[in-house]
């Protein structure tokens, strides 16, 4: 019989901190796997800050009182810790994932990811109320 263990958002923040996923820096945690994340290319980096741009601008009008994080991890318990390329939320402070319900907009560039960011995660994102969620 083969049965398999989730790893919960505690878990895989412990063994971050311990040192556990050196060399692995750029990972999710999805339904309780580790996913690692491939490369930014140039076209990915740069939509990526044309957003941020924006939304640093609007926010300074607009919202100033939020915070605006590029590959910030989103605490989601029990199983899920997604790092949208974009994190818009409710001024934090800490060391572990932006709580998701302080999130306001999550945005993921899509390129390779594209199926996983339109199914699961669209999925996950509406579950958890994260307000608003873009795919670009």
Request: proline share 7%; net charge negative.
């Amino acid at each position: 019989m083969h049965s398999k263990v989730k790893l919960r958002v505690e878990d895989f923040d412990l063994l971050a901190m311990d040192g556990g996923l050196e060399g692995l820096e750029r990972t999710e945690l999805l339904d309780g796997d580790i996913h690692l994340l491939g490369p930014q290319y140039v076209p990915h980096g740069m939509a990526k800050a044309v957003f941020h741009d924006a939304l640093l601008e609007w926010k300074r009008v607009y919202r100033p009182e939020l915070s605006l994080f590029t590959a910030a991890s989103v605490a989601m318990p029990p199983h899920d810790e997604p790092m949208p390329d974009i994190v818009l939320c409710n001024r934090q402070r800490g060391v572990m994932g932006v709580p998701v319900e302080t999130v306001h907009l999550l945005i993921e560039v899509a390129d390779d990811s594209r199926k996983r960011d339109l199914g699961y995660k669209k999925s996950l994102y509406a579950a958890q109320g994260v307000p608003e969620y873009w795919v670009v």
